[in-house]
């Protein structure tokens, strides 16, 4: 049963890639902005050796936007955790790979941080595809990494290094379906979906959940990453006779040319899509095309006190709006801190334990109960466009496994 809640840079360089290696005294600084106080280095900074954390992320490419927004979230973490004591009487260091928002790069990045002894766990992709890509590596250098993609397989694959810091895809297409079918009354389904593994599943999932509600889908349409011209597949829609619009999006900009040429060509169909749909970089790229959808969001200010505690901080230091790219990395780190210190050891092993052992943690994103999967958030929150601005809708939470 599902529990609803209503309601209305630092830059660097090395051989290889791109890496930003953030310093203590300037995340001190971050941190003493977030509390309004003088900003200085602790006592330990200069004195006891950092414990890193690796990050993968674009820099570069297609979505170097976001990037640059989920290595915001993590600076951010890492500085409240060195201004409280940092772990294990230590500072926590992050240290940053581009990895080009393409799979082999984000497998060279993976690897260039993994050769590094001092590094103890990753921050990996928010994309499935490409934690698909890594998960040999991961499964190698076995320690903890953290990541974003929510195809349900990545967890479910006998990988026991990965820990996911959003829901997955089990409960966005219940929750898209659900609203939908018993909110908004619509039984005729067009989906769009990339071909990827993240669009693969997704598109999968929400058939099986519409279908379970009595609804059909018209007409399924997928499509390639970095299309540059969505008219076939919009053409396919209008003439389905679809009520509504259901997708699961890889990239924002594959998202913005839909939705422009979706409004070009008349539809306005409703839509309710998946987490991509609220993202900043598609609100800013698709901009009024995207009036008036619906999506699943694993992150909205209005969700709890600590997800607007966290925007706010946000908003302060970056003078932008949190989505859930800054937040999972940001309740990531918060996450490690926890089980590193909960653990008293950064040996991979009793940092795992620590990790699944964590219950009823309150996050950004929601509270995490981490089941033996490594799945740390089972539920989904929905919001509505309403000209540019993410309206909270309502919290869909549901029992972890």
Excluded at 323 to 331: E, H
Aim: charged content about 15%; some cysteine.
């Amino acid at each position: 049963m599902a529990a609803e809640k209503n309601g209305s840079a630092m830059s660097g360089t090395v051989m290889g890639g791109a890496r930003r290696r953030p310093g203590l005294a300037l995340l001190a600084g971050i941190a003493a902005l977030l509390a309004g106080l003088p900003g200085a280095a602790p006592a330990w900074a200069d004195e006891a050796a950092p414990i890193e954390i690796g990050m993968v992320t674009p820099l570069t490419g297609a979505a170097a936007e976001s990037g640059r927004y989920g290595e915001w979230g993590a600076e951010m973490a890492i500085a409240e955790v060195n201004a409280g004591g940092g772990v294990l009487g230590r500072p926590l260091k992050l240290v940053v790979e581009d990895d080009q928002t393409t799979n082999p790069g984000v497998v060279s990045a993976f690897n260039r941080l993994a050769n590094e002894s001092a590094i103890v766990a990753f921050l990996g992709s928010i994309r499935s595809t490409q934690v698909h890509a890594m998960d040999p590596d991961v499964r190698r250098i076995a320690k903890p990494v953290f990541f974003g993609g929510t195809d349900p397989n990545l967890t479910h694959a006998g990988d026991p290094w990965l820990f996911r810091c959003r829901p997955n895809d089990t409960f966005s297409a219940k929750v898209i379906a659900a609203f939908g079918v018993q909110t908004l009354n619509l039984r005729k389904w067009a989906l769009v979906t990339s071909t990827d593994a993240f669009g693969t599943s997704g598109a999968r999932l929400l058939t099986a959940e519409l279908q379970a509600l009595g609804a059909s889908v018209v007409t399924a349409q997928g499509y390639a990453n970095q299309t540059p011209d969505f008219t076939p597949v919009v053409l396919a829609v209008k003439g389905s006779g679809a009520e509504v619009i259901g997708s699961y999006f890889t990239f924002e900009q594959d998202l913005a040319i839909f939705a422009r040429q979706l409004r070009q060509l008349g539809v306005r169909s409703p839509w309710v899509g998946s987490p991509s749909i609220t993202d900043t970089a598609a609100l800013h790229l698709a901009g009024p095309a995207l009036y008036g959808t619906y999506g699943v969001a694993d992150f909205n200010a209005d969700s709890s006190p600590e997800a607007k505690s966290y925007a706010q901080a946000y908003q302060k230091l970056h003078k932008a709006s949190a989505d859930q790219f800054s937040a999972w990395t940001y309740d990531a780190i918060k996450i490690a801190a926890l089980a590193m210190n909960t653990a008293k050891s950064t040996e991979p092993a009793a940092f795992r334990a620590a990790i699944l052992a964590i219950r009823g943690y309150k996050g950004t994103e929601g509270v995490y109960d981490f089941d033996a999967n490594g799945d740390g958030l089972h539920g989904y929150n929905v919001v509505r466009n309403d000209a540019g601005k993410l309206v909270f809708v309502k919290r869909v939470d549901f029992p972890a496994q």
